[in-house]
């Protein structure tokens, strides 16, 4: 089992920016590919960005693609989310997830195996 523990979430205004962290411990961080999932109030967790275990490979979802950047340093068990133009309908609780088998970028939750416990980014208008 691996622990995941985000941080770096809070409130800014829109057009701001804000770099989320995940720090991962109990496993081989290398082996694994990551992730970052959101959740607004009232709505389904919905995929964000995941990496590759070098960190070669990355996937976005439309709605963050040229706005997001996910990175990792391998040396420090951390995955990052750098969220730029951030606009209120980002507002959510955001959460990091593990995938062991590391096959693909998947898009899905159930292909994840351990999740953070959210950090929360709150957009203003």
């Known amino acids: 089992q691996v622990k995941l523990v985000e941080s770096g979430g809070g409130l800014v205004q829109a057009g701001g920016s804000l770099r989320l962290s995940c720090a991962a411990s109990?496993?081989?961080?290398?082996?694994?590919?990551m992730a970052w999932f959101r959740q607004a109030p009232g709505q389904e967790r919905e995929f964000v960005s995941a990496?590759?275990?070098?960190?070669?490979?990355?996937r976005y979802a439309n709605s963050v693609k040229d706005r997001f950047t996910i990175s990792r340093d391998n040396a420090q068990n951390t995955t990052y989310l750098q969220m730029n133009s951030l606009k209120p309908e980002d507002t959510a609780v955001y959460y990091c997830?593990?995938?062991?088998?590391?096959?693909?970028?998947?898009?899905?939750?159930?292909?994840?195996?351990?999740w953070g416990q959210g950090t929360q980014v709150t957009v203003s208008s």
């Open positions: 997830a593990v995938d062991f088998a590391a096959l693909f970028l998947s898009t899905q939750s159930s292909d994840y195996d351990d």
């Open positions: 109990g496993g081989t961080f290398t082996y694994y590919g």
């Open positions: 990496i590759s275990r070098s960190g070669t490979n990355a």
